[in-house]
């Protein structure tokens, strides 16, 4: 008797990591068109935004969406954006399966943005001066980081997604503020006045 009861509990474990392993799979497909809805509005509609921001300045409240400026600051609204309405979707829609996604997307969304200013930084030293080539695959790149994050830390959520919405309020809030009132430092300085 004694040997069958430790046989169902060795047996035990090794199902419960067969279950988990078959519901992080079955997310993992889920979550899939999360993926393509990301890729599309932050890598195709930050592209758009890019190329018609001096259109859509002239709508009001739209400019703390959009480059206003052609700083490095202003552009990283490109992927901030469009990443946080993905997570705020998904937030909605998924929030009582995934309760703490929008902690994820943020911190993943601040950890994009600052390898994107890194590696920036890091290309205009090397090459000397701005190369827009370079800085369309910084921000593809910068979108498959994004996407490889999320993907790779989905399964290792918080319980909360408090953190993430206190965080992405600051962020935003620091966007709107910066886009009113620019500080004279080189992050928010128009990229053509910067020293070449």
């Keep these: 008797m004694k040997i069958l009861l430790y046989h169902k509990d060795f047996c035990k474990p090794e199902q419960d990591i067969l279950e988990r392993a078959a519901q992080r ?49 202003e552009n990283l609204k490109l992927i901030y954006m469009p990443s946080v309405l993905t997570g705020l979707l998904r937030y ?15 911190r993943g969304i601040l950890l994009t943005m600052g390898l994107c200013l890194t590696l920036h930084y890091l290309i205009m030293g090397i090459l000397g001066k701005e190369y827009f080539p ?3 695959l910084l921000f593809y790149g910068s979108v498959i980081f994004l996407l490889w994050y ?32 620019p500080p004279a430092l080189g992050l928010f300085a128009e990229i053509s006045l910067l020293p070449q």
């Design 25 to 73: 799979k079955h997310m993992l497909k889920k979550t899939v068109w999360w993926d393509v809805l990301l890729f599309l509005l932050t890598g195709i509609g930050g592209t758009l935004l890019f190329l018609f921001s001096p259109a859509l300045m002239r709508i009001p409240g739209l400019s703390f969406c959009i480059p206003v400026r052609s700083s490095v600051w």
């Design 92 to 106: 909605l829609f998924t929030g009582d399966l995934q309760k703490g996604i929008l902690t994820t997307y943020a």
């Design 134 to 136: 370079a800085d369309m």
């Design 150 to 181: 999320l993907r790779t830390h989905a399964d290792r959520q918080k319980k909360s997604s408090l953190p993430g919405f206190l965080l992405i309020f600051l962020l935003t809030g620091c966007f709107i503020y910066f886009t009113c009132n």
